[in-house]
């Protein structure tokens, strides 16, 4: 039996290890695919460009598109796929511009251009990459203050539950505070009972978002058998929305 018990304990960590490895499996290539769809973009980019010239069909300034999928490359992956989207958009340009039956042989304007995109693509990737890590710190910021205030609220309403608890021996009164205390802090709208000597639910308390509606809940949980409004009353639709 122990033994058995021990291959019980091994299967379950195994299991228990298998399914943490799957998810920073599916972490890593949610990582990866991050980091390659900018890049793969510019590249299909630059294809379909290139067979459009082939055909005839030239665009005659490709770069302002393949700008933006560098943009959307440092945006969405960081440096790193930026700078992989920019060196391919640099590779087209040299072979774009390039005079028609020649290597690295420009006129003065395409000279330019190519110049130009040297140095323009760079600083805008620069800039795209701090504005994606200043956005990225802003939402972190605003997630922890979030966070912070929601277990503050949380502490809050623990406190003030073991006072409204500790604060009399009439456990009739102190359960209506407690739904009182309950309803805008954790829910829209609460009951509380207690089992009776005969086993019934008996209705204690009460509480809704709208003060005007507290009799309303009264009146559901104090209703028939005295269930209260949840369960299959509520799978029925007896109660309303």
Known sequence: MTEGGAA???????????????????????????????????????ILFD????????LPHPFVFLLLTVLYSGYSGG???GLISAVLTLLYAVHFLAEPGSILRYTQENAYTLMGLVLVLPLTLLLVVRLRDAAERARGIALSRAEAE???RRLAFFAEANVTLASSIDYELTLRDLSRLIVP?????????VTSGQGTLQFIAGA???????????????YGSGRPPFGAAVQRGDYGP
């Not at 067979?51 to 030239?58: E, I, K, N, S, W």
């Not at 809704?208 to 104090?222: G, I």
Request: proline residues 5%; charged residues 25%.
């Open 208 to 222: 809704h978002r709208d003060p005007t509606k507290d009799l309303l809940v009264r009146a559901l949980c104090e």
């Open 150 to 152: 929601r277990l503050e």
């Open 8 to 46: 019980h304990r091994m299967s379950g960590s195994g299991i228990l290890g298998r399914v943490s490895a799957l998810a920073r499996s599916r972490e890593d290539w949610a990582r990866i695919g991050l980091s390659v769809r900018g890049p793969l973009l510019t590249l299909a980019t630059a």
């Open 79 to 81: 440096v790193r796929p």
């Open 185 to 193: 802090t954790m829910a829209d709208w609460c009951a509380i009972h």
């Open 51 to 58: 067979q459009m010239a082939r055909r005839g069909l030239p």
